[in-house]
């Protein structure tokens, strides 16, 4: 009853974002905003050709179509937020609403996982299987594949949410951080915290680490397979299929990699720095990405060009 009582209590938290670097925020407000509009407009585009051209209805396209949405939704769910920090200093939310805002952004980010993973496997069978990849990508199994991501994505952020928001809170409401970061949020838990992290181990293992294996063990195919072309033109329009989906994976895993995997800093200025970089990183995550995912798949292939061309 009594840690009940203190989670009741806590009717929202602050979120400090960049408040103590006041010089930074106007700057950073515009660039977020200018990244966000971008966001919208070309997500919003590559969603509106894979849905409205019908030469785009494969399962490749379906799957960037996902991956667009995916991004739309994810920033939606918390770059506003972001921006009202950089004109609000300690902006607080309250606590239902941080519950609803933690739980869109980690289920976005485990669903783009998985959603990753699904999009190698159709490049796999694509280049290691082409005489075979209209029967194995069948409609009626990468509708599924993408639907079992968001459903993944959606219970391991609850799983993770639920257990987050049981935790009493005493007192210190305020989080470090633009938005209401999972990890940010545990570290304000008054009590023992193993069951999160041991939680939150075994959903990264399975969010993280196997998708990643999967892709690398895919694209190991993948490129064997390409180098086994005998023409140069060949390999490079097979190449050119997959490219624009393994530099997006680079960068989303690569930010994740850095983000969490740098080392800790024990020093209290050093400290300080490490609490900016780690913001700096996060919007890099949580904004540049999104922002390049519907200019490298663009950028690098004809087909998407051509029907942006016909809607313009």
Known sequence: MESDNQTASVTKFILLGLSAHPRLEKTFFVLILLMYLVILLGNGVLILVTVSVSRLHTPMYFFLGNLSFLDFCYTTSSVPLILDSF?????TILFSGCAVQMFLSFAMGATECVLLGMMAFDRYVAICNPLRYAVVMS????VPMAASS???GSAASMVQTSLAMRLPFCGDNIINHFTCEILAVLK???ADISINVISMGVTNV???VVPVLFIFVSYIFILTTI???PSAEGRKKAFSTCSAHLTVVVIFYGTILFMYGKPKSKDPLGADKQDLSDKLISLFYGVVTPMLNPIIYSLRNKDVKTAVRNLV
């Open 206 to 208: 399975i969010f993280l």
């Open 188 to 190: 304000l838990a008054c």
């Open 139 to 142: 409609k009626a199994v990468y």
């Open 87 to 91: 004109l609000t200093p300690r902006k």
């Open 227 to 229: 180098l086994r072309i």
């Open 150 to 152: 968001w459903a993944a």
